[in-house]
């Protein structure tokens, strides 16, 4: 679905040419009062746009949304309040900012043209809101429905220049469609997205933003002794992929290594998941599809620093060649690991691709996968777990939190390493019990991490995929985090190191 057209604009709401405009409302101890930026609205109103608002049951709250009519007050027809929430004194935050930004674009469906305020309070936080609320998957339907907004202009904030403006916009426009792009892979069927087509169309992608790119198919990965990724796609009759795409920034200050669960369904395999939601498995790639966005991102923005993704793709399904309980695989680089259940399969392709890319010597590794569902019972749907290198790991979970994508800190306790000791392998892929099981995917993963290479792991089984209606600007299916958050981490490297 095409996204709206957005472009800043210096006229002022009150005057402005458009179907509807946006305004901020928020919730305070007096009831409904304003937001920044409504001020000119507010205005044409005779000051009484505040006390309509109440009469009509408006309270400000979070994803609250209350259209009004224009009146002849102002060009446009329609006034569309969205709630902030709760302001904390130093008015509303990039998040609150964010989120009424995606409540207004869900609204607004099927209106050609709207204006907003909201960024004039922060200008990244609505463009990105604006953006993303207005993502909609229809690929599959017959009947497409309205379209999504089709243009909204952004009021400039009063600080600053137009040239940074410009900028800003730039990149959280740049931001916002990585996201799409993301959420679009995610929300494509496992009929149509398998590894071969998943690497297919991840390659035209990248080559499209001038990348290079290499897949290895399952001929080339038997050659290189990929036997994590080849165990777990063994009973697919759609083999395995790798695919490997490299982006080298101008004067590129750090190497970073970025990896990608690309699990295109997760059946479990032999060890078979239980029916009820298995659906949702479609979206075991969304580690994947995360880093292949990042990557057209970093193309787009010119990050510099120089960054190789490795992505591994396969199928989880059992069958008469799929890989079983008992069976020891041969991870890329000579470590063996004893499977004992085939549903913890992430892991086993993950390490792969760990070793592959620590070969080129990065100074950082980031990883994303949606690999526990113990991830969910510690954190909750919304919240990602991030593991790794204490330092990195840190620094990421202040970039989650800044982001409003969400991400905590988790240990990784070395009592459980003893838990996956092998009765004949150097590891087994569980731990036999069931405590701490994000936690001992975080110790397995550390085995294929090269000495000394900083790193960090997102968990991302709950926020990659959201199964409930939409919120705020998080569509329902694929999200596409934590694609903002690892573009603000690799920001902060180009700029801190
Ligand atoms: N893809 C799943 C994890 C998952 C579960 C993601 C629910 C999203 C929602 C992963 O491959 C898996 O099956 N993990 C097992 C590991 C267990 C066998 C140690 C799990 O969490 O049950
Ligand atoms: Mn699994
Ligand atoms: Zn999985």
Redesign the pocket.
């Known amino acids: 679905m095409t996204a709206p057209k957005l472009s800043l604009t210096t006229t002022t709401a009150d005057e402005a040419t458009a179907d509807a405009v946006i305004i901020g409302t928020v919730q305070d101890s007096a009831g409904v009062a304003l937001a920044p930026g409504s001020e000119r609205v507010d205005a044409a109103f005779g000051g009484d746009l505040a006390e309509i608002l109440r009469t009509v049951g408006a309270t400000g709250k979070q994803d609250e949304i209350v259209k009004l009519p224009g009146m002849g007050r102002i060009p446009a027809g329609l006034v569309v309040a969205a709630g902030l929430g709760r302001s904390n004194g130093d008015g509303p935050t990039a998040e609150q900012v964010r989120r009424a930004s995606g409540a207004a674009a869900r609204a607004l469906t099927g209106t050609r043209r709207a204006v907003t305020t909201l960024s004039t309070v922060d200008l990244h936080a609505a463009v990105e809101g604006t953006l993303l609320g207005a993502y909609r998957f229809t690929e599959y339907r017959s009947d497409k429905g309205d379209a999504p907004v089709e243009r909204v202009d952004v009021v400039a904030p009063e600080a600053g220049a137009a040239k940074e403006h410009r900028a800003t916009l730039k990149a959280a426009t740049a931001i916002a469609e990585a996201v799409r792009t993301a959420r679009d892979f995610i929300n494509t069927p496992p009929n149509d997205l398998y590894p071969a087509t998943f690497a297919d169309r991840a390659a035209a992608l990248v080559k499209d933003a001038g990348l290079s790119v290499e897949i290895l198919d399952e001929k080339a990965l038997r050659k290189g002794g990929y036997g994590g990724l080849l165990g777990v796609g063994s009973g697919s009759a759609r083999p395995p992929r790798l695919v490997r795409i490299s982006y080298q920034g101008p004067k590129a200050r750090k190497k970073i290594a970025l990896v990608g669960k690309g699990?295109t369904f997760?059946t479990?395999g032999i060890?078979i998941?239980p029916a009820a939601s298995m659906d949702?498995?479609s979206?075991?790639m969304s580690g994947a599809a995360a880093v292949v966005a990042l990557m057209v991102l970093a193309a787009k923005l010119k990050y510099p620093l120089e960054i190789v993704a490795t992505v591994p793709m396969a199928e989880n399904m059992p069958g008469g060649s799929a890989y079983r309980p008992g069976d020891v695989l041969t991870i890329y680089g000579g470590k063996t690991v004893e499977v004992l259940?085939t549903?913890?399969?992430?892991r086993l392709i993950l390490a792969d691709a760990f070793v592959r890319a620590c070969e080129d010597g990065p100074d950082y590794l980031i990883n994303v996968a949606?690999?526990?569902?113990?991830q969910?019972v510690a954190l909750g749907r919304r919240t990602a777990g991030l593991l790794g290198s204490d330092d990195l790991r840190d620094r990421a979970a202040a970039h989650a939190k800044a982001t409003g994508e969400g991400g905590w800190p988790m240990p990784m306790p070395e009592e459980l390493r003893g838990d996956l000791e092998s009765k004949l392998a150097d590891l087994a892929n569980?731990t036999g019990h069931r405590w701490g099981?994000m936690l001992a995917a975080g110790i397995f993963l550390r085995e294929f991490v090269a000495e000394g290479v900083p790193w960090v792991h997102f968990d991302i089984?709950?926020p990659?995929?959201n199964a409930g209606g939409p919120w705020g600007y998080t569509a329902k299916g694929g999200t596409g985090v934590p694609v903002r958050t690892i573009a603000a981490l690799l920001a902060d490297i180009a700029d801190n190191g």
Not at 343 to 346: F, R, S, Y
Not at 370 to 374: D, I
């Open positions: 699990i997760d479990g060890s998941k949702e498995m979206s075991d259940n549903d913890a399969e992430g949606t690999l526990t569902g113990a969910m569980v099981g089984a709950g990659a995929f």
